[in-house]
């Protein structure tokens, strides 16, 4: 999942504890190796490879994740993309160097889930060289899925973290919530707030995981999928939500709608903290 990840329970045995975790830590693999890029075996793999070429099947679970896709896509006017994961081709955070437009623009030809090719039970991407790339929302739903499969199980107190987008299963055996630190974007190590959560889901996107800074400016690994360059108005945006895959979708197209982000996140109806790249911290409640 690219990331810490941890399964936290309580209520229960020790025993019980680990057997139940094992059991989140399984569905997370499971989702992991079937719609990862980075697992030959996935069906998003196949898919790519087939890319300009045939059709691939796919089950209800990834159609459904597709549909998801969609949704985001129009919402975000096009800038929630899992075609752009192409991109990252271009931008390579290691060696961090600026790529140049010519090698931009070949990559930009190639993205647009508009273009992506759907019917019954299969989908098929039109061009050789599209990439089909769920990593804006596959650790999120792997969250979600985790924890409905272990509240089936009867869990009722605790969450699931994987890279720090989280989803509660339930609150503290007592009642009280759980405390979910923010991390302040330029001060590694240290938090910016703590929130109390008992239900529901954050995540939080920013610029500070993955990114590398050249001439003053700071390039980090969110991506417009119109343009091929990295956000810059916000440092992060975190966003409580029912579920993990919309809060970290909506935090991600608050990043890239820039300073029109926080309209969006007023209109979204969601609980947010946003801090721009000023240090100004913006929230609703």
């Known amino acids: 999942m690219g990331g810490t990840c941890e399964i936290v329970l309580a209520g229960l045995d020790k025993r019980e504890s680990k057997r139940l975790a094992a059991l989140g830590m399984k569905e997370v693999a499971r989702i992991e190796r079937h719609f990862s890029r980075y697992r030959p075996e996935s069906v998003v793999s196949k898919i790519n490879v087939n890319a300009g070429r045939g059709w691939t099947a796919c089950d209800e679970e990834i159609a459904a994740l ?25 931008w390579n955070f290691e060696r961090a160097e600026v790529p140049s437009p010519e090698l931009l623009l070949p990559l930009l030809k190639l993205v ?11 989908l098929r991407l039109p061009k050789v060289g599209m990439e089909l790339d769920f990593g804006g929302i596959g650790k999120e739903y792997a969250a979600d899925a985790a924890a409905e499969l272990l509240r089936e199980h009867g869990v009722r107190h605790g969450y699931i ?8 299963v339930g609150p503290k055996p007592g009642g009280e ?10 001060q590694p190590g240290m938090l910016i707030a703590s929130i109390p959560v008992s239900s529901g889901a954050i995540a939080t996107s920013g610029d500070y995981e993955r990114f590398f800074e050249s001439a003053g400016r700071r390039y980090c690994h969110i991506l417009n999928p119109k343009t091929g360059w990295p956000v810059s108005f916000w ?16 935090s991600t197209i608050a990043m890239l709608l820039e300073a029109d982000g926080i309209d969006y996140l007023e209109a ?6 946003a801090i721009d790249q000023t240090g100004r911290i913006y929230h609703n409640q």
Not at 161 to 168: E, H, M, Q
Not at 235 to 247: D, K, Q
Not at 268 to 273: N, P
Request: net charge positive; glycine share 14%.
């Open 112 to 122: 647009g889930w508009g273009r992506v090719e759907r019917r019954a039970g299969e």
């Open 268 to 273: 979204s109806g969601f609980s947010y903290l």
């Open 177 to 186: 919530p759980w405390s979910i630190g923010i991390r302040a974007p330029r």
């Open 161 to 168: 973290n994987l890279g720090g987008d989280l989803r509660i």
């Open 235 to 250: 440092r992060s945006v975190s966003v409580l939500a029912p579920m993990a895959t919309t809060a970290g979708s909506c």
């Open 66 to 90: 597709f549909d998801y896709a969609d949704a985001v896509w129009r919402i975000s006017g096009g800038l929630f993309d899992v075609t752009s994961g192409v991109l990252r081709q271009a």
